[in-house]
């Protein structure tokens, strides 16, 4: 995709109304051809606003006005090259456990969990969150209080269930997975959280918490880790296979491949990933791909169902 439209539309679609430094950013990044020139040394995967822009921030740039985020990049930019080529995009956001609780109380458990793109593991402690679910009552952890709350707006009546799910095991795979103990890892983290988003920051912070407790076994590449993992899993369980925000970096051929895989293996699929990355599940929705831009739509076994579906949630969310 072209550069300056990629960060135009960034800003339009993504940073607006969650952070309005990175909206101005890539909006005026989008006008800027020495900028621009800049960031396109880069090979087209790695131009995406949030590598370029975690890479900066994690290097120093202030998190202010474009004339001075500019000037520093200007300044920096070898620095920011070298980091945006040896890191990729990791976000790990804990808040999209609040989308798939609804679902996981669906299930009989004990759960086995392995999730799928992992990143450093945040979403594999659905067991241990906080969940406010917006005129619902308060969902707790069964272990006692947790660091981390999750506050869900909802529409629609998705199946709120009145407790946690019981986690027999968890393990994830990534391509490259990040360490909750390494504090360079967390660091990153931290730089790909935007400028106004305090409150993921703590989120993140706090999730990490509970994951440096009991650190997930990650491992590998999705297509081929995922058939041995769910065969390794404790008898008399349920296994759950669930991924966000992760298929949209494979190509159409790789993710039908690794749909193909999960359904024929003997576990549940969650997948919670942007309208239109999964084409069968986009072609049972009621509302069209431009209705839901910018959202995310949560599937179980393939079928967007009528209740969590209708819980899109921002992808920035
Ligand atoms: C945007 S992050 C999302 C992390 C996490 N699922 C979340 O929602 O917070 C996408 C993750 O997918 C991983 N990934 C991408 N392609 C992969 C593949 N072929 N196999 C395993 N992991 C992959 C990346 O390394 C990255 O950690």
Same mark, same amino acid.
């Given at each position: 995709?072209?550069?300056?439209?990629?960060?135009?539309?960034?800003?339009?679609?993504?940073?607006?109304?969650?952070?309005?430094?990175?909206?101005?950013?890539?909006?005026?990044?989008?006008?800027?051809?020495?900028?621009?020139?800049?960031?396109?040394?880069?090979?087209?995967?790695?131009?995406?606003?949030n590598l370029v822009l975690g890479a900066? =921030?994690?290097?120093?740039?202030? !998190?202010?006005?474009? $004339?001075?985020?500019?000037?520093?990049? #200007?300044?920096?930019?070898?620095?920011?090259?070298?980091?945006?080529r040896a890191r990729t995009t990791q976000?790990?956001?804990?808040?999209?456990?609040?989308?798939?609780l609804p679902i996981l109380g669906l299930l009989p458990g004990p759960l086995s969990l392995i999730e799928v793109g992992a990143s450093a593991g945040l979403c594999l402690y659905p067991d241990h969150c906080r969940y406010l679910y917006d005129g619902h009552r308060p969902v707790h952890p069964t272990g006692g209080p947790s660091p981390v709350l999750l506050h869900c707006t909802t529409t629609g009546e998705p199946p709120i269930p009145d407790g946690v799910p019981t986690v027999?095991?968890?393990?994830?795979?990534?391509?490259?997975?990040?360490?909750?103990?390494?504090?360079?890892?967390?660091?990153?983290?931290?730089?790909?959280?935007?400028?106004?988003?305090?409150?993921? =920051?703590?989120?993140?912070?706090? !999730?990490?918490?509970? $994951?440096?407790?009991?650190?997930?076994? #990650?491992?590998?590449?999705?297509?081929?880790?995922?058939a041995d993992l769910v065969r390794q899993v404790p008898p008399?369980?349920?296994v759950v296979v669930f991924h966000s925000a992760v298929l949209n970096y494979l190509s159409p051929e790789a993710r039908a491949s690794f749909v193909a895989t999960v359904q024929s293996l003997p576990c549940r699929w969650i997948a919670n990933e942007g309208v239109g990355v999964l084409p069968d599940i986009t072609a049972k929705l009621t509302r069209t791909p431009e209705q839901l831009r910018g959202k995310f739509v949560v599937s179980l076994d393939g079928e967007p169902g009528r209740w969590p579906a209708a819980m899109g949630n921002p992808s920035t969310g």
């Open positions: 995709m072209d550069t300056s439209l990629r960060y135009r539309r960034f800003a339009e679609v993504e940073a607006k109304g969650n952070s309005a430094t990175y909206e101005q950013w890539c909006t005026a990044i989008a006008d800027d051809p020495d900028v621009l020139a800049l960031i396109e040394r880069l090979p087209e995967p790695r131009r995406q606003p900066s =921030r994690h290097l120093g740039a202030p !998190a202010g006005t474009y $004339a001075s985020f500019r000037e520093w990049q #200007l300044h920096h930019w070898r620095g920011v090259e070298e980091l945006a976000t790990n956001k804990a808040g999209r456990t609040a989308v798939l027999a095991y968890r393990a994830g795979i990534d391509l490259n997975p990040l360490d909750v103990t390494d504090p360079a890892d967390m660091r990153w983290l931290d730089s790909l959280v935007w400028p106004e988003q305090d409150q993921r =920051r703590q989120r993140l912070l706090a !999730a990490a918490e509970i $994951a440096r407790t009991d650190p997930p076994h #990650l491992i590998g590449d999705l297509n081929s880790a995922i008399q369980t349920t």
